[in-house]
Structures are given as C-alpha cells and as structure tokens.
C-alpha cells in the first residue's frame, strides 16, 4: 500500500506521545493523524481533546485507532515506553524500553513497511539501533530524535550570554543523548564568525569556563530526562516536529539526529547523533562537521559507550 505523507501516526500517548501530536496538530503539515496506545482510552481520550481544538488550526482528522489504522501513515512517531523508576538501575530501564519496542516494531512492521519511522522513545540511540534490528527496511527511513533538542538548548544559552539571536549560533552536540553527549565549539560559529572570537568581541576573552558549564548542563538534562519526563516533553515535541518539517518539506535540513553510522569518524554499526541531511526519504547523508583532536577523542569514547550498552542489551552490534 502507498504511504500518505499527509497522515503521521503516533505511538505511544504518555507525556511526550501527547506534546508530540499537539504540535504537530499545530503544525499544518498533516490532513491526518491516528493516535495509537497500549492503554485504548488513554489514545481515545488524547484524540477527542486534540479534535476539540480543531476550529482554531487547519482542517485536520484526528483519531485514535489500532494497528491497521498505521497501514498508509507516511511519518509513524514512536513515543511508547515505560517510565524509569526511582528503583530501576540505567539498564533495567533500557532493557524494558528494549523490551517495549521489540513488542511494537513487528505488530508495525506487518502493516506499514513504507513509512519513514521517528524514534523519541529514551535512550534514543539504543531505540533507533534496535528498531533498525526489529524491521528490515532502509535505515535512512529509521531515524532517531538525537541531539537536536541538546543542539538547540546550547544555541539558546550560548545566544542568551552572548545576548545573540540563537538562531544565528551555528554548531551542534553530538554522540550519545545522554551524559556522554559532546559539544563541538571548535566549529561553533555566530553568523560566520569563530564562537571565541564573537565571545571576545563582546567583551568575554576567556569563554572557557562558561562553554564547559553550559554542556554540563546540557549534559544533566539529556540524562536525567527519562527520571523527568514531566517537564521535558514540550522540547521534546517541538524537536520532533522539526524533523517530521524537513522530512514533509523535503528541506535537505542538516539536524543532528540519530541514524546509523557507517565509518565516519571510524564509527560504524551503531546509531549516534550526528549532522545528517534530512529530506522527503529521511536520512541523505551525513554531514562530516570538523572537530579538534580532543573532540573527536571524547566522540569516540561517547561511541564506545553506546556500543557497549548495545552489546550488553542487543547482542553484539553489527
């Protein structure tokens, strides 16, 4: 069956689920949109408060349905998964997150294989690798959420001391979403001007101190955010929907998400976060973005870290 990329499905109808179909509503992208859970009502009732809205943005139907109902979905949004106990240690949460996508992926993956298939669910780069083992379909089409929200929280600190537009700071982070993540400041620029010498134009010669607490920050948030997903799922959800606007759009965007690696950076057969191209079929290309020696050695220990919890949850990655 032929995908309709004026319809997105949704997955998953908890906290993020729920901020990920309100703006997309939003959005004026989709003609369509089904919203699917384990829990029914839990869909029904997010559906019937979305459709209410109706009046106040573009004409839109908007449903909660089953896994048929995913058959002809151009964008399937994965936002299932079980929240992370105070109790459980990092890898029992990952393994019941595993555990929830090898569930779904099959009872997906026997109605749409078509479908261009965005990964929100924590830890986004362990979920987009074993949703690329779950179904065989090209791996550009399985994408991960990845460090486009970290990317653009560095943007909005680095544009508020530099009292800059953070639109007109230019960089990204990159490797894991978590606390391994990594910053690249030695290609960071604010409109073409190098970011140490725009901090020195303003006054600040010694910017050292400030970039190093600003990833730590950034690092803590992309860390603890499956302990706090109820204050994280509004960035969360205008993330996604940036993607799912490249992708109907086909703007050949350069965002840092998650998809598979294939040599760059002698990184290979893991997912992880880096610059990619993102148009009408998903993941074109990655985007090879200079870092110094020291950067590229904190991405590569950020890849071994995935890559073993991969080993240890998936078996040994390919």
């Known amino acids: 069956?032929?995908?309709?990329?004026?319809?997105?499905?949704?997955?998953?109808?908890?906290?993020?689920?729920?901020?990920?179909?309100?703006?997309?509503?939003?959005?004026?992208?989709?003609?369509?949109?089904?919203l699917v859970d384990s829990l029914a009502k839990k869909a029904e009732r997010v559906a019937h408060d979305l459709a209410y809205g109706i009046s106040f943005v573009k004409p839109m139907n908007i449903y909660a349905g089953g896994y048929d109902d995913l058959a002809d979905a151009g964008i399937i949004v994965i936002a299932a998964g079980e929240p992370r106990l105070s109790t459980d240690s990092r890898m029992e949460f990952i393994r019941k997150n595993v555990n929830v996508l090898e569930n779904i992926i099959p009872k997906i993956a026997a109605k749409n294989t078509e479908a261009i298939f965005l990964i929100v669910t924590n830890p986004v780069d362990i979920l987009t690798y074993a949703a690329l083992k779950y179904i065989e379909i090209p791996e550009s089409r399985i994408i991960g959420i990845g460090t486009i929200l970290d990317t653009a929280r560095v943007k909005y600190l680095v544009g508020k001391k530099l009292n800059v537009d953070p639109r007109n700071v230019h960089g990204f982070v990159v490797g894991e979403h978590g606390k391994s993540e990594v910053a690249i400041w030695s290609s960071a620029r604010v409109s073409g001007v190098p970011l140490r010498d725009f901090f020195e134009m303003r006054g600040y010669p010694d910017p050292d101190e400030f970039l190093e607490g600003v990833i730590k920050e950034v690092r803590k948030d992309a860390g603890d955010l499956s302990y706090r997903k109820d204050d994280t799922f509004f960035g969360v959800a205008m993330a996604a929907r940036r993607v799912c606007e490249a992708i109907i759009r086909d703007e050949k965007a350069v965002l840092s998400v998650t998809s598979l690696m294939y040599g760059a950076f002698d990184i290979d057969g893991i997912a992880l976060s880096m610059p990619a191209v993102i148009g009408a079929g998903g993941v074109e290309c990655l985007v090879p973005v200079e870092m110094s020696d020291d950067e590229l050695e904190e991405v590569l220990k950020s890849a071994a870290t995935v890559k073993s919890i991969v080993d240890d949850v998936l078996g040994e990655a390919r």
């Open 1 to 34: 069956m032929a995908v309709n990329m004026r319809k997105v499905a949704i997955v998953g109808c908890g906290r993020s689920g729920s901020a990920v179909s309100f703006s997309l509503m939003q959005s004026g992208l989709f003609s369509e949109m089904v």
